[in-house]
């Protein structure tokens, strides 16, 4: 029997028991599930990099949004409110679409 012993969707046991195999799962602590979620987010982003595809890289996107939205809650957010720092960031500084690459700055 495999161990995997990391944090997995919701519907995953249901999807284990469905293909007429059985699994042992526990529910986590906050502090747990914290720490788990952040494992979880750097687990999807090396996904992301390994992915050769486009359509595997933007599923692995939707991984790491998934898990943003939960670490958002973890910090005491919804998502409207992490839209809405974003949102606020990307007044202030502006977003990635214009491809800006800094090179250096002088120090005057």
Known sequence: MPTYNKLVRDRIPHIIMSQGKESRTRILD???YKQELRTKLREETEEYFAADKDQDALEELADMLE?????AEVHGANVTELDKLLAAKTEARGGFQERVFLIDVDEV
């Open 30 to 32: 906050t502090e747990e």
């Open 67 to 71: 898990v943003i939205r939960a670490l």
